[in-house]
């Protein structure tokens, strides 16, 4: 995960980073502090997770 916020950093998206979860991963994903945006009905029932801006220190 730390990779992908500093490639999205290098990027320009501010380590900003989405993702659709499997059900069976979603815990995961909360204890790594993510967002959950909730179930996305348009893409599988899945549900929705992000972090936002990145602030580097």
Do not use: K
């Amino acid at each position: 995960m730390r990779y992908a916020r500093l490639r999205s950093v290098e990027l320009g998206y501010g380590g900003r980073i989405g993702l659709h979860s499997l059900p069976t991963a979603e815990r995961f994903y909360e204890n790594q502090n993510m967002l959950n945006l909730g179930i996305d009905e348009e893409y599988e029932n899945l549900t929705y997770f992000e972090y936002g801006m990145l602030r580097l220190q």
